[in-house]
């Protein structure tokens, strides 16, 4: 079954840190670049940062040195280091294929508060 599994979220004050993980199955993870998505309340789904499979990063608007976006061609996961948070970061996030998209996995929750 081709599912995308997200995890490591929760509640955390402006600055902190956290770090998500992201656990695929059902397809050849090596031959796709895996994408960190958030959608905040009231808000459309966005992309964050993904890693391509040479190992290429992007990062996208207030992500850009903040967040750090990694994986493991062993197991097959993706982590998404997220340091110096703010308000704004709180949402949903998710992750999933770049391209070639596949189901949404139900996303890790996410609130930067004091």
């Known amino acids: 079954q081709v599912q995308v599994v997200e995890s490591g979220g929760g509640l955390v004050e402006p600055g902190g840190s956290l770090r998500l993980s992201c656990a695929t199955s059902?397809?050849?993870?090596?031959?796709?670049?895996i994408a960190w998505y958030r959608q905040a309340p009231g808000k459309e789904r966005e992309l964050v940062a993904w890693?391509?499979?040479?190992?290429?990063?992007v990062y996208v608007g207030s992500a850009k040195g903040r967040f750090t976006v990694s994986r493991d061609d062993v197991k097959n996961t993706a982590v998404l280091q997220m340091n110096r948070l703010e308000v704004e970061d709180t949402a949903v996030y998710y992750c999933?294929?770049?391209?070639?998209?596949?189901?949404w996995g139900q996303g890790t929750h996410v609130t930067v508060s004091k």
């Open positions: 999933n294929r770049l391209n070639a998209l596949i189901p």
């Open positions: 059902g397809f050849i993870f090596t031959n796709y670049a």
């Open positions: 890693i391509g499979v040479g190992r290429e990063t």
